[in-house]
């Protein structure tokens, strides 16, 4: 009769988290930055359908980086929860950080209990009255969370990135300034000029300048080539 | 053991709000609810609401009463919402049934269109009404009936369309105009002699205001305008560049034309 080998439980996490780190770090990067006008999301993304950036509820934006199918999964959850803690309360009680705290019991649960983690780091967005009170939650793999201020960037080459946006960022940046310093930063660990983006932004003012409930718009090509080619 | 997963997976991998519901809350849903056999008299009842097509897009209108038999349980009352952008949908029958359904469907069409990226079909949202209208069937016959009117803009076909549902959940496509609720006799009468084709959109505010008005002076659950308050009936259009709101004071113009035109006239009937 075999027996199975012992593995400390030490081993067997940092195994998994080893596994996952692999996973995330092919991929390539999503910066989210907070700005005067609201919250820009930009990621890397070659395909123009399958999102890595999609709108959870009226503030509320999701980010990923790692494998489409089980990031696609926990947006979809995201929604689900969101809207059913919407139509049973009200509007204003679906919060970040709510949905935050959700994600990170899930990815946790997943990380200990699954035969294998999840390959994803999420970043969830909500966009508040001003830059301060503006929330970034990231959240890794294992579960866990981390309430960062100003920007996230997550994916292959995350520091890399972040040190050339940390040098540009600014609480006064429109939403044309944050877009050109995160594709500027994106291009820093690439060789090919032409990157393609997926850009959308949280306006911080849609209920005033829209009309619109819904702070989540996405950007399209068209729009997208002016905001990174016209003038500042 | 995969297979189970694969089924649920595929189970879970619905776009549709109201079948989540069902699954995850079915508590939630406006229909699951048990109530004695004949409870007409325990909600107020909304009533009249027209709906016309005009030279590029549709037009909705409601009157601000609700009632409780010979009572008037609200003068503010709004039964007329926009669905998503590009829709509208007013609701005669039950005030608290009427409500719930339309936040359901609000969420319904906002849930599709975050899961899939794309907006519903006008046709696809004419559909998902007809089946939760179906599905308040058991309450219809206890006397809570909820009767909707569905107008949007159907950007495929690039015009304005109006469906009509009985309370088994029958999808009817309208042309031209319709009303429902118990004044929608009257105003059917307004509307045949007061709408023709190619309306301007301000034009068309004005004849739905006016057939409002007409339903008010001969029902008395039709509450019309309403100058010491202050208080115009709910006129949305949908056009191409999405719904909007007769604003108050546009209203207040139409309604004291009417009242001035009407006063110069004065005719008994």
Redesign the interface.
């Known amino acids: 009769m075999t027996q199975q080998f012992y593995v400390s439980p030490e081993q067997i996490m940092k195994d998994r988290a080893d596994f996952a780190r692999k996973g995330i770090a092919r991929g390539r990067s999503v910066a989210v930055l907070s700005c005067r006008d609201g919250i820009a999301l930009v990621a890397e993304n070659p395909s123009p359908s399958l999102h890595k950036i999609g709108e959870i509820y009226d503030k509320i934006a999701f980010a990923a980086v790692g494998k489409y199918n089980e990031f696609e999964s926990l947006r979809q959850a995201g929604v689900r929860y969101a809207d059913v803690r919407g139509y049973s309360y009200d509007r204003v009680d679906v919060t970040g950080r709510g949905l935050a705290s959700v994600y990170a019991q899930s990815l946790g649960a997943v990380f200990t209990a699954e035969q294998k983690p999840f390959e994803v780091e999420l970043t969830v967005a909500e966009v508040g009255h001003d830059v301060g009170s503006d929330h970034l939650f990231r959240l890794t793999f294992d579960g866990s969370i981390a309430d960062e201020r100003r920007f996230v960037v997550m994916g292959g080459a995350a520091e890399r990135v972040a040190e050339a946006v940390i040098d540009g960022w600014s609480a006064e940046a429109s939403f044309a300034e944050a877009i050109q310093l995160a594709a500027k930063a994106l291009r820093e660990d690439r060789t090919e000029t032409q990157l393609s983006l997926e850009v959308a932004v949280l306006d911080r003012n849609s209920e005033t300048e829209r009309g619109a409930r819904r702070a989540f718009r996405r950007i399209g090509p068209d729009e997208l080539h002016e905001l990174l080619t016209g003038p500042i | 053991m995969n297979d189970f997963l694969a089924e649920r997976?595929a189970a879970q991998?619905t776009s549709s709000?109201t079948e989540?519901?069902a699954a995850?809350?079915p508590e939630?849903l406006p229909s699951n609810r048990v109530l004695p056999t004949d409870a007409s008299h325990l909600a107020p009842h909304g009533t009249t609401v027209v709906a016309m097509s005009f030279a590029g897009g549709v037009l909705m209108a409601g009157d601000r009463r609700a009632t409780m038999g010979s009572m008037i349980a609200s003068r503010h009352i709004e039964k007329v919402f926009p669905a998503d952008q590009y829709s509208v949908l007013g609701i005669a029958g039950t005030a608290g049934l009427a409500v719930d359904i339309v936040?359901?469907f609000q969420?319904e069409l906002?849930?599709y269109e975050?899961?899939e990226?794309t907006l519903l079909s006008l046709e696809g949202k004419a559909t998902r009404l007809g089946a939760m209208i179906r599905s308040n069937l058991g309450l219809a016959l206890q006397g809570l009936a909820v009767v909707p009117l569905f107008a949007g803009f159907d950007l495929e076909q690039s015009m304005g369309r109006l469906f009509s549902y009985d309370v088994t959940g029958g999808r009817y496509e309208e042309l031209e105009h319709h009303s429902v609720g118990s004044g929608s006799v009257f105003a059917r009468g307004a509307l045949k002699k007061l709408w023709r084709p190619g309306l301007s959109e301000a034009e068309a505010v004005r004849v739905g205001v006016e057939a409002l008005f007409d339903a008010a002076d001969d029902d008395s659950a039709t509450g019309g305008p309403d100058p010491v308050r202050q208080l115009w009936p709910v006129v949305y259009t949908v056009t191409r560049t999405g719904h909007r709101r007769a604003p108050e004071h546009e209203l207040a113009r139409v309604a004291g034309d009417i009242f001035e035109q009407r006063s110069i006239a004065g005719r008994e009937a």
């Open positions: 997976v991998a709000f989540h519901l995850a809350r939630l936040r359901l969420v906002e849930h975050k899961i990226g």
